[in-house]
Nanobody, 121 residues
Framework: VQLQASGGGLVQAGGSLRLSCVAS????????MGWFRQAPGKEREFVGF????????YYADSVEGRFTISRDNAKNTVYLQMNRLQPEDTAIYYC???????????????WGQGTQVTVSS
């Protein structure tokens, strides 16, 4: 499966962005979908995941209450709505697929190319 993430950009602190991740090659509904991020000089960090049906989501403490993951399986697309962004949210954001519930990058199989999010103070 190929994943294409988009929607990143430059935003001021307190602002919002919505990232999209479109899949091709296989039906997205087969997979649990995760979002990760990686800031310069840091390891890739788990952001959250959503179940195949979209009925269950789970988030890292650092984004809980500010970020929301949703999916539209008919459009083969997963979204990451990011509100109240802070400079520490600056990173490249990646979407990825998994066959089981997981919060570690090693458990995810297919990855998108990433989209840059920069939050200015």
């Amino acid at each position: 499966v190929q994943l294409q993430a988009s929607g990143g950009g430059l935003v001021q602190a307190g602002g919002s962005l919505r990232l999209s991740c479109v899949a091709s090659g296989r039906t997205l509904s087969r997979y649990i979908m995760g979002w990760f991020r990686q800031a310069p000089g840091k390891e890739r960090e788990f952001v959250g995941f959503i179940s195949r049906s979209g009925g269950t989501t789970y988030y890292a403490d650092s984004v809980e209450g500010r970020f929301t993951i949703s999916r539209d399986n008919a459009k083969n697309t997963v979204y990451l709505q990011m509100n109240r962004l802070q400079p520490e949210d600056t990173a490249i954001y990646y979407c990825a697929t998994a066959v089981g519930v997981a919060t570690t990058a090693g458990s995810y199989d297919y990855w998108g190319q990433g989209t840059q999010v920069t939050v200015s103070s």
